[in-house]
Nanobody, 128 residues
Framework: QVRLVESGGGSVQSGGSLRLSCAAS????????MGWFRRATGKEREGVAA???????TYVDSVKGRFTISRDNAENTVYLQMDSLKPEDTAMYYC??????????????????????WGQGTQVTVSS
């Protein structure tokens, strides 16, 4: 049974940093795309960052230069280092994985469509 478990969320002041981790298990083969999505209160879930098995990252424009995604293929773990956090980054952050080869497209469409395997989420709150 596939399972994704997030950790590392919390509360931080504006300008601070957090590091999210997600451990995936139950896969016969490591999924090509692993990524992070978020849903702020009253908004649709959106893609934040994705990374393929060759470690090629893709970011949504609003986090470029502030967030860094990485993964450990041997451990089926993906990380999201979040620096220079802003109040608008406040959201529930979800880890997800998919076997598709088109990670960039998956990042754009998977948020509202639930395409892939998903974790339960971890809350990130940034205060001003």
């Amino acid at each position: 049974q596939v399972r994704l478990v997030e950790s590392g969320g919390g509360s931080v002041q504006s300008g601070g940093s957090l590091r999210l981790s997600c451990a995936a298990s139950g896969y016969t083969h490591s999924p090509n795309c692993m990524g992070w999505f978020r849903r702020a209160t009253g908004k649709e879930r959106e893609g934040v960052a994705a990374i393929d098995s060759d470690a090629k990252p893709t970011y949504v424009d609003s986090v470029k230069g502030r967030f860094t995604i990485s993964r450990d293929n041997a451990e089926n773990t993906v990380y999201l280092q979040m620096d220079s956090l802003k109040p608008e980054d406040t959201a529930m952050y979800y880890c997800a994985a998919e076997t598709t080869t088109q990670c960039g497209r998956w990042l754009r469409v998977a948020g509202p469509t639930n395409f892939g395997d998903w974790g339960q989420g971890t809350q990130v709150t940034v205060s001003s």
